[in-house]
């Protein structure tokens, strides 16, 4: 049988569980579509002009890429006019994006960072794009959307996703019903339902980190990696691979597809005290898939899609996948209390 389209699976998840709205389906297919024009950017590579560095920095102080500010600008454009969103915020900007006023308003606000692992962007690695959908508080009707409208905990999302740029271009997808894998067919733009009901496995031997921040790691963290390297002699007495791919959506993806465990904990430097990855662009919505998916997401100790943010970028530690090691990692941290 032919594989469903990503049209006809929201729908069916509209009649049968209900769970999307026309408005939620609308969203979603225009992200999706906004992702299938940010693939054939980047597909072009420099024949499109698009790699290197501008001269802008973004709000973290990060040199922007062009991919970065054009996947932006895509997402933007298509998003503004369809009558679904309240607003929108992104890694790569300030401050909240309003809908224009000469555009219809909707009730959900739409969280992304557009090109995530912008290390790997003119090396030709995978990248990807993570998004996350909240409803703007109730209280927000009939005023202007403000920031704060956003600071929901993780809990709230309605839906999560992330398309990776990769030898295929695939989008992941939860509407809080499971996980879902589609890829992009190339010949007729279709996302085509390939991958149904994602699981992590629930033990593994596999776990991802920048072993280069090895110094700077708090003990729990340098104790898991130190058994993980000991390898079938030391006390968890099986052998574990190490893949590092450093984008997120890609180091995640793999995880998804043969588990294990993804962790940029928060470290002893000044500036790694709260962590690299930005919570509500990145670890909300990663968060919100691995948990559909039967895996666990925390911070160190807590989960973090009970973590109620303070700032919109705000930054925090993450280690999630499998649950028996997750959890372990976690029963580390809490020991060292
Ligand atoms: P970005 O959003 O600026 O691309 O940064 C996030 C990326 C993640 O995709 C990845 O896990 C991490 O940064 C890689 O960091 P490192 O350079 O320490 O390997
Ligand atoms: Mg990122």
């Not at 409208?149 to 309605?158: A, I, M, N, S, Y």
Request: glycine share 10%; net charge negative; aromatic share 6%.
């Amino acid at each position: 049988m032919k594989n469903k389209s990503l049209t006809q699976y929201l729908v069916e998840q509209q009649r049968q569980e209900g769970v999307v709205s026309a408005e939620l389906r609308l969203l979603i297919e225009t992200v999706a579509r906004a992702c299938k024009a940010i693939s054939h950017a980047v597909g072009k590579g420099a024949l499109g002009g698009v790699l290197g560095s501008l001269d802008s920095e973004n709000v973290q102080g990060e040199v922007q890429k062009k991919l970065d500010v054009l996947s932006n600008e895509i997402l933007l454009d298509a998003n503004e006019w369809g009558g679904h969103l309240a607003a929108m915020a992104s890694e790569e900007m300030e401050t909240i994006h309003l809908i224009p006023n000469r555009y219809p308003k909707g009730e959900y606000l739409l969280l992304f960072d557009p090109l995530d692992g912008s290390s790997n962007i003119d090396v030709n690695v995978s990248i990807g794009t993570i998004f996350s959908v909240l409803r703007a508080p109730a209280d927000a009707s009939g005023r202007e959307i403000e920031e704060r409208d956003f600071l929901q905990p993780g809990t709230r999302q309605v839906a999560a996703g992330y398309a990776v740029y990769g030898p295929q271009t695939m989008l992941v997808l939860t509407v809080g019903n499971g996980v879902v894998g589609f890829t992009l067919d190339r010949e007729t733009g279709a996302w085509r339902l390939t991958h149904d009901d994602i699981r992590i496995p629930e033990q593994t031997a596999e776990f991802a980190i920048n072993m280069s921040n090895m110094r700077h790691w708090e003990m729990p963290v340098r104790r898991y990696i130190h058994e993980c390297l000991a390898g079938k002699e030391g006390p968890l007495g099986k052998n574990y691979n190490m893949r590092w791919v450093a984008s997120m959506v890609a180091d995640v993806h793999r995880i998804l597809s043969r588990g294990g465990v993804f962790m940029y904990p928060r470290d002893e430097r000044p500036s790694g005290k709260a962590g690299k990855l930005r919570l509500m662009y990145e670890a909300n919505p990663m968060s919100f898939i691995v948990e559909q998916a039967g895996g666990v997401a925390i911070d160190g100790e807590h989960r973090i899609l009970d973590i109620e943010p303070t700032a919109l970028h705000q930054r925090v530690g993450v280690v999630l996948g499998s649950r028996e090691e997750v959890e372990r990692v976690q029963r580390y941290h809490r020991e060292a209390q």
